[in-house]
């Protein structure tokens, strides 16, 4: 039989213990028993002896169905994991003589990147002679945080790791559109109209 992990209670005869505070199936305090009794109660019934507190003293065990317990137990960190989101960042190079058509491009995919939710990590690469003007780099990073601010702002500011200079975007918390608000043009009295004509 293999080892059980830490996570799982222990059940029926791994129970070790002399007595339990028991938990009946239905959910009533039975009180302190000697284990072997609550295992002749839970055999009784056809279920299961589950140890659900075992640092306390005694340890509180239940009379339950170990396998039904055990699939909505895993039902329910499955619906957890689901409703949890996830937020991966995603890496956008650049050049610091990067051409317009790329940059437009570059900068649309950051913009999706943003509306989807995920953080940017936005680099710029030196290569040779290039890490002397590393002050081209840095307006690359500025005109991409300007093209970009209605959607995400900035995370960490841009750093050089060797020959790349990083900043981090994430996206700016979506609030709901409030409603534009129609603007009715005055009306012009009559006296005022024959006044001019």
Request: proline share 6%; hydrophobic share 40%; with cysteine.
């Amino acid at each position: 039989m293999a080892a059980k992990p830490d996570s799982e209670p222990r059940i029926n005869e791994e129970i070790r213990v002399h007595e339990v505070l028991l938990i009946d199936d239905q959910g009533v305090k039975v009180g302190v028993i000697p284990t072997r009794q609550a295992l002749a109660l839970a055999e009784e019934r056809e279920l299961d002896l589950v140890e659900v507190a075992p640092l306390a003293k005694p340890p509180v065990c239940r009379v339950m169905d170990y396998g039904k317990y055990r699939f909505m137990q895993q039902k329910r960190d499955k619906d957890t994991r689901k409703k949890q989101k996830t937020q991966s960042v995603k890496e956008m190079k650049m050049r610091p003589k990067i051409d317009v058509h790329d940059y437009d491009f570059k900068v649309k995919a950051i913009r999706s990147f943003l509306q989807g939710g995920h953080r940017v990590k936005v680099s710029i690469f030196f290569r040779g002679r290039e890490m002397a003007f590393q002050d081209k780099g840095r307006e690359v990073l500025d005109r991409v945080v300007v093209d970009c601010n209605d959607l995400g702002k900035i995370d960490a500011y841009p750093r050089m790791e060797g020959r790349y200079m990083r900043m981090m975007l994430a996206p700016l918390q979506v609030t709901a559109p409030i409603a534009a608000k129609k603007i009715e043009p005055k009306a012009v009295p009559a006296s005022s109209e024959a006044e001019k004509a």
